[in-house]
């Protein structure tokens, strides 16, 4: 018997899905989506409301896409190949992501979080709300809020080019690409209160809780990623050639 089959893994083989078409596609859609929603909010003043408050159509979609990411990473962890580690670790960013746009429940038992500029913080946009009117009041803004956005664009810029290296000696779930998709999307979510930190208004609300649903979405593609054992590499003709290869075999 296998390694893989003692360990109840597929082999990376076995799968005819076109994983790595499936993951460029998924990722064009959301920018497309972060696009428009963006665009909709600009010219559009009466969906505003509708659009950034806490139950608004972005926090809707950001629920949704940490809820698809714990879904889809849990699929490439059943596919990681033996020996690899960290193949939960998309999940359960996921789940925290889930669980913070929830506010992790607190309000059903009727518990309020820290105030931060008069702010209760039970979530990470009501970090990024507290942390702008904090800023307002304190005169930071948003000279505060750039130097954090600017630390995390050249943290996440050491960290992806030292997690490339650092994975690929740990067999973490699959190549490179996961890395940089799962460090971008970190990037996106602790941007978040930095992007608050710019100051108050509905703008700022807006872009935080926009840049919280562009790090929900990123993550699904790193778990769509992280399910793709081939290896493939850049252009469609490549991409497609082993899913072909399989699906054309004949069969005996």
Known sequence: MTQASRSGRRPAASSSIPVADVTAAFASVFAALT???????????AARPWLASELGLVSWFTRGAFAGAIAVGVWAARRSLPGSRFHWLIPTIAAWG????????????GIVGPRLGGVAISSLTALADGCGKWAVDAGLAP???????VMVVLG??????RGRAWAAGRVMVTEGRVVDFLVASCCLLAATPAIGSLGGGEVVAFAS??????????????????????RTVAGWRNRMRPWLDDT???RR
């Open 156 to 161: 996440g810029y050491a960290v992806g080019r």
């Open 35 to 45: 696009l428009a929603l963006a665009g909709v909010y600009a010219t559009a003043p």
């Open 98 to 109: 889930l669980l913070d746009t929830i506010h992790y429940g607190l309000p059903l038992f």
């Open 248 to 250: 054309s075999r004949p």
């Open 143 to 149: 000279g505060l809020g750039v130097a954090g956005i």
């Open 209 to 230: 809780r926009l840049s919280a649903m562009t790090g929900a979405t990123v993550l699904v593609a790193a778990a769509l990623a992280a399910g793709d054992h081939r």
